[in-house]
């Protein structure tokens, strides 16, 4: 059936270039900063934000520009009616601030801008359930409201390795870092509807593998559970976690997603895992 509503998000979702491609999707890039360089997120090997991190270099990013969102929105009204525009949770950047300014300039009462409350595969995740959602021809309306559904659905959960990073962005209180790297645990995080608070504390990798999968355990009490593994520095221990959650059985799904968007490395920090989890 017609896809009826057009797609854009930004370029913390992380999805693959080729799946934008075929699904017609428009990504607005957000910007790296490393010394003064200037970078475009999406474009450049995520290696270099965990070198840059290594090396202690000051790194900044920044937000799209209303003028972007704009070109997005018209890309997108040449072949669709009604376009919606998903960005990351607007407690993590302004970009929804930028996309809501982008939709005002196209003067459209057809352009909508939704926050997923989320970032990284949490929102990825929701802009691939919309494209199924639309590609069966529902309307705009009908996607808007599936679309709130969506996104009280999940959440994601992670560790790192300093909590300061997050700290220097305004992300988590300064007195709960201190208090976790003083005691040298490992911090479980969880973002859930856009709040950043630490869940648990643990003293190895090994601990927050039991961690995660448990969560994983108790939320397929409710039904079958996808879930999304994504890092900044840890390939290796993502795999094992991938196949700790794997053998929970067939009501579980669970896939790599890759590495965390430079943009969102540069705000989480070395050390970053994590998983988002939600009901199918």
């Known amino acids: 059936?017609?896809?009826?509503?057009?797609?854009?998000?930004?370029?913390?979702?992380?999805?693959?270039?080729?799946?934008?491609?075929?699904?017609?999707?428009?990504?607005?890039?957000?910007?790296i900063i490393i010394d003064h360089q200037e970078y475009i997120?999406?474009?450049?090997?995520?290696?270099?934000?965990?070198?840059?991190?290594?090396?202690?270099?000051?790194?900044?990013?920044?937000?799209?520009?209303?003028?972007?969102?704009?070109?997005?929105?018209?890309?997108?009204?040449?072949?669709?009616?009604?376009?919606?525009?998903?960005?990351?949770?607007?407690?993590?950047?302004?970009?929804?601030?930028?996309?809501n300014l982008g939709a005002t300039l196209v003067e459209s009462t057809h352009a909508?801008?939704?926050?997923?409350?989320?970032?990284?595969?949490?929102?990825?995740?929701?802009?691939?359930?919309?494209?199924?959602?639309?590609?069966?021809?529902?309307?705009?309306?009908?996607?808007?409201?599936y679309l709130e559904e969506l996104i009280k659905k999940g959440s994601l959960i992670f560790t790192v390795n300093d909590l300061q990073t997050l700290v220097k962005g305004g992300r988590l209180n300064r007195v709960q870092a201190v208090i976790g790297n003083l005691l040298k645990i490992k911090p479980i995080l969880r973002f859930n509807q856009g709040v950043l608070d630490i869940e648990h504390k643990v003293r190895s990798y090994n601990n927050v593998y039991v961690y995660l999968?448990?969560?994983?355990?108790?939320?397929?009490?409710?039904?079958?559970v996808v879930v999304y593994i994504s890092y900044v520095d840890r390939s290796t221990e993502a795999k094992l976690l991938e196949h700790e959650i794997y053998q929970l059985g067939e009501n579980v799904k669970v896939a790599i997603t890759g590495v965390i968007s430079p943009v969102i490395s540069a705000h989480i920090g070395l050390g970053g895992l994590g998983i988002y989890l939600a009901n199918e």
């Open 1 to 31: 059936m017609e896809r009826k509503v057009g797609l854009i998000i930004d370029s913390t979702f992380g999805l693959e270039p080729q799946y934008v491609k075929s699904n017609k999707i428009t990504v607005v890039p957000l910007k």
């Open 41 to 99: 997120d999406g474009e450049i090997n995520p290696q270099l934000i965990v070198d840059a991190m290594h090396k202690n270099k000051e790194i900044k990013t920044s937000q799209p520009s209303p003028e972007l969102f704009m070109n997005a929105f018209e890309e997108q009204f040449e072949m669709y009616p009604d376009v919606i525009c998903l960005t990351l949770s607007k407690t993590l950047s302004g970009t929804v601030n930028s996309a």
């Open 112 to 145: 909508f801008v939704v926050d997923t409350k989320s970032t990284i595969s949490g929102s990825g995740y929701i802009a691939q359930k919309m494209v199924e959602f639309l590609d069966l021809g529902h309307t705009i309306e009908e996607g808007l409201v």
């Open 213 to 224: 999968t448990n969560e994983v355990k108790k939320l397929m009490e409710k039904g079958k």
